[in-house]
């Protein structure tokens, strides 16, 4: 018997008599249909980040792909799964929003802090590539005082921003963006507070989405 496996299947029994009966007609209806998400997702592996859940997102609204620090090779370089996912997006979801979500505690950024913890990790070491210049913006704006999660924090905030001007090297977004069809933003989203802070319209400050009082 292979418990984790075994664990899995039970989730699975869970979806199939509790979850999926109630909503049927939602995913029939998805599945007949082409899938026409208006949002592309691009967060980290991490598995404490649920963005249906925290987007309150259904079954077809939100195109997702994740990697480890929620990185964006820029145009031409790594051109792999990340680029096609963004192009495929784009040029044939034509979604109308990219959003890329960084978040607290993020073992990626942690790991960038303190490379010698990624010495035995070859590929995971070439793929944070991608995140080096967010470092060496965090260095170059660190305070002499600065703690060290707050040094965290704004590595994790310049690593977002930086993956946006990445996304913005690709073809297929830049041409969208030029014609008014698709936008940007970047979150960083802390898990343990619920709170997901939005850098939009190329600003370089995370503001929080607040809880409006009147609906
Ligand atoms: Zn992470």
């Not at 090779?73 to 979604?95: N, Q, R």
């Not at 040094?151 to 996304?167: D, G, M, W």
Request: with cysteine; glycine share 8%; proline share 4%.
């Amino acid at each position: 018997m292979d418990e984790i496996l075994e664990k899995l299947k039970n989730g699975i029994r869970k979806f199939q008599t509790e979850i999926y009966p109630g909503q049927e007609d939602v995913y029939r209806r998805a599945a007949s249909e082409p899938q026409k998400p208006d949002a592309l997702i691009i967060t980290c592996a991490d598995s404490r980040i649920d963005v249906e859940t925290i987007t309150q997102s259904g079954t077809g609204d939100i195109f997702v792909t994740r990697n480890i620090g929620n990185l964006v090779p820029a145009y031409g370089e790594m051109m792999g799964g990340v680029s096609a996912v963004i192009e495929y997006a784009v040029s044939a979801l034509k979604v109308r929003h990219i959003a890329v979500c960084g978040h607290s505690d993020c073992g990626a950024m942690k790991a960038l802090l303190n490379p010698a913890s990624l010495e035995q990790m070859a590929t995971v070491r070439r793929w944070m590539r991608n995140a080096e210049a967010a470092m060496s913006v965090t260095d170059s704006l660190t305070q002499p005082d600065e703690k060290p999660n707050e040094r965290l924090k704004r590595l994790t905030e310049e690593n977002v921003l930086l993956q946006v001007q990445h996304l913005r090297t690709h073809p297929a977004v830049a041409g969208a963006v030029a014609r008014g069809e698709l936008t940007l933003s970047g979150w960083v989203y802390d898990i343990g507070g619920g709170q997901v802070r939005i850098s939009e319209n190329s600003s370089r400050t995370f503001d929080a989405v607040t809880t409006r009082a009147n609906g």
